[in-house]
């Protein structure tokens, strides 16, 4: 069980918007930086976003990061079916002295 | 452009030990700003964060496999590797490298193909 706390799976159909959120605590989002990664089926997770928001060179705007307190979030609008993937957030847990993944979060494209 | 490329057993025997070599290309391993680490994902599940080095050689483990987890680096072959021992069945998984940026929530930004091991008598 992660630290990071992510919703199993969201959907939404094409073109429209949906969010992930990741949820954690003082000792990791409340005091690190937070990334975001997307991993298509069979391949290796590829980073979208970086310390928040800064979104990873090619990566289209379609994909933003934010964050508030203990919890961030990743949202990506006008959803096109290669976004079905898994995505996941990670940070530093200063408490556990470990870089943490979340649990991940299935993303359908009705 | 920077790769990374796993290389290892793909089938090891419990209690005995696993060795990865993470092979980098396009990028000096001894560079200033940028750490290297691993990260593993048993099938059906999330990733893992396994080990970091950073441009001092000091390394980061995860508390959970401190015990059995070793990272080192050969700057003459631009290589860093990963040894795990002894491993149990729950070490299946794919093995993935990559490099890391420094500093605290650091991030992931290249990462290998992966290669899958599995731990089976």
């Known amino acids: 069980q992660s630290v990071l706390t992510q919703p199993p799976s969201v959907s939404a159909a094409p073109g429209q918007k949906v969010t992930v959120s990741c949820s954690g605590g003082r000792s990791n989002i409340g005091s690190s930086f937070v990334s975001w990664y997307q991993q298509l089926p069979g391949t290796a997770p590829k980073l979208l976003i970086s310390e928040d928001y800064k979104r990873f060179s090619g990566i289209p705007d379609r994909f933003s990061g934010s964050k508030s307190g203990t919890s961030a979030t990743l949202g990506i609008t006008g959803l096109q079916s290669g976004d079905e993937a898994d995505y996941y957030c990670a940070t530093w847990d200063n408490v556990l002295d470990a870089l943490v993944f979340g649990g991940g979060t299935k993303l359908t494209v009705l | 452009q920077l790769q990374l490329q796993e290389s290892g057993p793909g089938l090891v025997k419990p209690s005995e030990t696993l060795s990865l070599t993470c092979t980098v290309s396009g990028d000096s391993i001894s560079s200033s700003y940028w750490y290297w680490g691993w990260i593993r994902q048993p099938p059906g599940k999330g990733l893992e964060w396994i080990t970091t080095i950073n441009n001092s050689w000091k390394t980061y483990y995860n508390p959970a496999l401190k015990s059995r987890v070793t990272i080192s680096v050969d700057t003459s072959q631009n290589q860093f590797s990963l040894t795990l021992s002894p491993v149990i069945a729950a070490d299946t998984a794919v093995y993935y490298c990559?490099?890391?940026?420094?500093?605290?929530?650091?991030?992931?930004?290249?990462w290998g193909q992966g290669i899958m091991v599995t731990i089976s008598s």
């Open positions: 990559a490099r890391q940026s420094s500093g605290l929530g650091s991030f992931h930004d290249y």
